[in-house]
């Protein structure tokens, strides 16, 4: 269940006072630490005992190792099977405390309070959790659903620029694939600003959980909701590599754009409305440099997407403004022509 906290988070001090938790485990990256968890401390209402775990903030940190740790800080903090752990922040927190209570003594209660637009819009619903398998994007992880998720929008406010950025591409994918009036009405949004997305949020949250309610273990419509991800993940994934991470919406900017071309190319969508997506996520995103990256890492990626089969690479892409196909096997031809479309975009 998602619950929108009003200004005193009555509806999360109910949830604690309706169940009987042994303690709370706080999830917090330094940022959130910082910004977020004194307006959580300040209005939770509780006589449990509760428990700072602060791991530092960026998708590197989202591995094996990190995860290992806090198993062993629960371990010494003897937290037990009725123990709650409050996932504070953005999609890092989130996927990793979320793979860390799903593992923890088989599993115990977890819940979301996502401080960022795009654990607010997509990361924080749906119950997939995981972590990173070296530079290969969540490639270890579980299906465990939050006990609840506890969206506090004013959270946003602490958020700079391009973090909010990174959160409205997932709100665009989710009018792409599966509502055109979401769509249109994002597209109109000419300045990004907290005050011009949050009146969109819930909305995107909505299609998400909708999709999600259909096909929880992604076996068929969830995949629509890869869109972008699968040029998108292997890009983020090779810039992880290199050091020099990038947030995970400018990725799946850079991918809805290559994906809407292979889209026309697939003779899925028109050349018209792959421009026009083209054209307006151009409008709020800046080029991402691929000029580094052979054709060859990155379809040495693609091929090891979660989705595949048979060692054949499967996208889902656009048949429509507000319509998306999964399972769609593309010629390699016209993989690299999007490729090499995308870096022409550098110069035209």
């Given at each position: ?6 200004d005193?988070?009555s ?7 309706e ?8 999830l917090?990256d ?6 977020c ?5 300040g209005?939770?209402?509780?006589d ?6 602060e ?9 094996i ?19 709650l ?7 890092v ?6 793979f ?11 819940i979301?309070?996502?401080t ?7 990361a ?15 490639m270890v992880?579980?299906?465990?659903f939050p ?8 959270f946003?406010?602490?958020l ?7 959160g409205f ?12 009036n979401h769509?249109?009405?994002?597209i ?14 819930q909305?995107s ?6 999709v ?9 419509i969830?995949?629509t909701?890869?869109?972008?991800h ?13 050091g ?10 850079m ?12 003779n ?5 409305e792959a ?9 709020y995103y800046p ?6 990256f052979k054709?060859e890492d990155i ?17 889902s ?7 998306c ?5 593309c010629s390699?031809?016209?993989i ?13």
């Amino acid at each position: 269940m998602i619950t929108i906290l009003n200004d005193n988070f009555s509806q999360l001090n109910e949830f604690l006072h309706e169940k009987s938790f042994s303690k709370i485990f706080i999830l917090v990256d330094e940022n959130t630490h910082e910004y977020c968890l004194p307006i959580l401390l300040g209005n939770m209402e509780t006589d449990l005992g509760f428990e700072i775990l602060e791991i530092e903030a960026g998708e590197e940190m989202k591995n094996i190792q990190t995860a290992n740790q806090l198993w062993e800080i629960l371990t010494e903090m003897q937290a037990d099977r009725k123990a709650l752990v409050i996932n504070l922040g953005g999609g890092v927190i989130t996927d990793m405390g979320g793979f860390v209570a799903s593992t923890y003594k088989r599993g115990i209660q977890f819940i979301n309070i996502p401080t960022t637009l795009l654990s607010m819009c997509d990361a924080s619903i749906g119950g997939k959790t995981g972590i990173d398998l070296m530079h290969y994007k969540n490639m270890v992880g579980t299906f465990a659903f939050p006990e609840q998720i506890f969206i506090f929008p004013k959270f946003l406010e602490t958020l700079p620029f391009k973090e909010l950025r990174s959160g409205f591409a997932e709100m665009l994918k989710h009018g792409l694939i599966a509502d055109k009036n979401h769509w249109d009405q994002l597209i109109q949004v000419r300045k990004l600003e907290v005050e011009t997305v949050i009146p969109h949020i819930q909305t995107s949250m909505n299609i998400k959980q909708d999709v999600v309610d259909k096909d929880f273990h992604e076996q068929n419509i969830r995949k629509t909701l890869n869109f972008g991800h699968t040029i998108g993940h292997a890009v983020e994934s090779l810039c992880l590599q290199q050091g020099n991470p990038i947030l995970h919406g400018e990725a799946v900017a850079m991918g809805m754009i290559a994906e809407a071309h292979l889209a026309y190319l697939e003779n899925l969508i028109s050349e018209t409305e792959a421009d026009m997506v083209i054209e307006n996520v151009q409008r709020y995103y800046p080029y991402l440099d691929i000029s580094d990256f052979k054709d060859e890492d990155i379809t040495a990626l693609l091929l090891n997407d979660k989705k595949n089969t048979d060692s054949k690479i499967n996208f889902s892409l656009l048949s429509g403004i507000g319509s998306c196909t999964y399972d769609h096997q593309c010629s390699q031809e016209n993989i690299l022509e999007s490729l090499s479309f995308y870096r022409k975009l550098n110069n035209a």
